[in-house]
C-alpha cells in the first residue's frame, strides 16, 4: 500500500508540472499550490520515510529514479558488454534471432580476449560438411518403455504463474513449430502448456500437478497428467540454479485463483516449496521413486534435476545406482547463476557451485562410475547463444535447455520485476492488462525463431571446428585464458575414463 501511495504522489507532482505548462496559469497556479500543499502536509506528517520528512515535495523525485532505475542504467548507461544479468549483446543475439533480423556483427568482437577466463573454441582449416539437419538426442535407458527423439536445445523449467498465461501458450506453440520440448517447471500442467507442444512434466517438492490436500505426493492424479500423451518425459526437481537448497517461491500477487487450483493451494498467498521432497529422503529413496514414476506413466522417461551442492550427495546416488540398478533417464545440471523468477538474494548469490564446474564434475562422475552410456545429461544457466550449446555439449552435456534465452525471444526486456508482477512485456506477470500486450499469435513465431536460428549458428560452428557429428565433440576444442595462459578444457578439466572409479 505504501508503495501506491509512494507512486501515486510522485506521478501526481509529474502531473502538475504539465498542467502549470498548458494550462490558464490563473486556475493551473491555484490547483498546483493546493496540490502541493496536500502533498507537503502528507510527508511531513508520514513517519515511513526519512526522504519525505525532511524534503517535502521534491523529495518524491528520489522514488521515481529509483523505480526507472534499471531502465535508465540499461539504455543509457552500461555498454554492450557488461550489463547484468545478461548483457546487451546477448540480448541483442536473442532478439535478432527471434526476429529473423540482421545476425551478423560490425567491426569485430567487442569482448576483451586477454581477459581472465576469456573462451573460445578451435577450429580447423578443413571445415566438416554442414549437417543438412540439427542433430537430435534419444533419451531414454534400458528401463524405458517410451524413449525420446529430443531436440539439442528446448526450453527450460519456467512455472505458469511465474509467467503468464499468453508466455506459457507462446512457448508452447513455438515448441510445437519447431518440434522441441517445454519443459512446464513446477507449477503443474496448465491448460495453456497442452497448445500441442512436447512437454517435460516437472515435479518439485510442492508436488502440484500431483499433490494431496495436504501436500504430500498423490500417485493417483500423477497418474492423469503422466500418461498425457503431450508428456514426454517427467523430471523430479530436487533443486534450481537460482535457489537450491530453497523452495520455489510463487509471491502471493501473482497467486490468482487459477493458478491455486492448479496448484491445489490457497489463493492470494505466497506458495513456498518446501525445500526437499517428502516422497523419500536418501539416494535409494530417490531411485526408488523414479522406478515408481516411472511405473505410473507406463515407461517415459523419469529424470531429476538439481544443482551441485554437496559432491558426496552425488556420488551416493551413483552408488545407488550400481547397487540397485534403477537408473533414471536423464539428470538436469543446473548452475548457481541460473534463475528467471523470484529466489532470496543470499541464495541467487552464494548458494551453489557454479554452471561449469558442476557439469564438468556431473559428467565426469558418471563416466567414472561408467553410468554416462545409459543416462543422458540436460543443463541449462545461461544458454544463450550457439557457442553455449557447443561448449556444453564439448564438456560432456547431451541436451541444453534455455529459459532466460525463451523468454527475451518472447519480448522480455530484462526489466528486473519478475517478482513484482508488474513485467511490463506480459511475460512474467498475471496482471491481465499487462498479459494482454503480449500477442501469443505473434510471440510463438519468434520462439520457432530462436529456436530455428541458433541451432543453424550452431550446426555452422559444428562444421568450422572439423567435426562431423556429435560424437567429435571433446574438451580439446574448447580454451580458457588462465594465468596469461590459454589452456584447453581437457588441459583444465581431464576427461575420467570410463568405469575409472570402479576400477
Known sequence: MREVV????????????????????????????????????YDLTQTKHAILRNYPVIGHMRFLL????????????????????????????????????????????????????????????????????????IIGSKGCQQPYSASIFNISAMSFGALSKNAIMALNRGAKAGSFFHDTGEGGI???????????????????????????????????NGNRPEVKMIAI???????PGHGGVLPASKNNEEIAAIRGVKPHTAVISPPSHTAFHNAKGLLDFIQ?????????PIGFKLAIGSKKEFIDICLAILETGIKPDFITIDGAEGGTGAAPIDFSNAVGMPWEEALVFAVDTLRGFDLKKDIKIITATKIFT????????????????????????????QAL???????????????????????????????????????????????????????????????????NKHRSFEEIYPSIPEGAFIK
Not at 556483427?105 to 573454441?121: A, I, R
Not at 515408481?292 to 517415459?300: M, W
Open 190 to 224: 496448465s491448460n495453456y502448456h497442452l497448445m500441442g507442444g512436447d512437454i517435460v512434466f516437472e515435479i518439485g517438492t510442492g508436488y502440484f500437478g500431483c499433490r494431496t490436500e495436504d501436500g504430500f505426493f498423490s500417485p493417483e492424479k500423477f497418474q492423469i
Open 386 to 413: 550457439a557457442f553455449d550449446i557447443f561448449k556444453a555439449l564439448c564438456i560432456g552435456a547431451d541436451v541444453c535447455n534455455s529459459a532466460r534465452g525463451m523468454m527475451l525471444a518472447l519480448g522480455c526486456i
Open 417 to 483: 520485476k519478475c517478482h513484482t508482477n508488474t513485467c511490463p512485456s506480459g511475460v512474467a506477470t498475471n496482471d491481465a492488462r499487462l498479459v494482454n500486450g503480449l500477442v501469443v499469435e505473434e510471440k510463438w513465431k519468434r520462439v520457432k525463431n530462436y529456436h530455428e536460428e541458433i541451432l543453424k549458428d550452431f550446426l555452422d560452428l559444428l562444421a568450422a571446428s572439423g567435426s562431423p557429428n556429435l560424437k567429435h565433440l571433446n574438451r580439446s576444442l574448447i580454451h580458457k585464458r588462465q594465468n
Open 6 to 41: 509512494r507512486f501515486t504522489s510522485t506521478l501526481i507532482v509529474l502531473f502538475l508540472i504539465i498542467f502549470i505548462v498548458f494550462t490558464w496559469p490563473f486556475w493551473g497556479l491555484i490547483g498546483i499550490g493546493l496540490a502541493i500543499l496536500l502533498i507537503g502536509i
Open 237 to 243: 526437481k530436487l533443486s534450481q540454479g537460482a535457489k
Open 292 to 300: 515408481q514414476l516411472r511405473e505410473l506413466s507406463a515407461g517415459k
Open 66 to 137: 529509483e523505480a526507472i532505475g534499471p531502465e535508465l542504467h540499461q539504455y543509457f548507461v552500461e555498454s554492450g558488454t557488461d550489463g547484468k544479468p545478461i548483457d546487451r549483446n546477448h540480448r541483442d543475439y536473442i532478439y535478432s534471432r527471434a526476429k529473423k533480423e540482421n545476425e551478423n556483427h560490425p567491426f569485430g568482437t567487442e569482448l576483451d580476449v586477454n581477459q581472465e577466463n576469456y573462451s573460445w573454441m578451435q577450429h580447423s582449416i578443413y571445415a566438416a560438411p554442414k549437417l543438412p539437419n540439427p542433430p537430435r538426442e
